[in-house]
């Protein structure tokens, strides 16, 4: 019992730093749950979502993040910008 309370704290752990980075706040908490120590530790080491540079879908004008290849709202392929 006492080794699921500690399970659980990791896991909740985990769940709060990946939400405060902008991730799934669940899929994080499994992570830490499954992974005590490691788990909490990969959420710390893990990219910052919200400083990913965005692009509006040219079909939908729907706003993702860049590394989106292909828009979830109507599923158009999206162009790489180009560098200026």
Known sequence: M???VILFFFGLSAGVIGRIKGS?????????FVLPFFGTLAALLYRWERE?????????GKVQP???QVCTSCGRDLEFPEVH
């Open 52 to 60: 990913e540079p965005l692009r509006a879908c040219e079909g939908c």
């Open 66 to 68: 860049l590394y989106v």
């Open 24 to 32: 799934s706040f669940f899929i994080w908490f499994l992570v830490g």
């Open 2 to 4: 006492t080794y699921v």
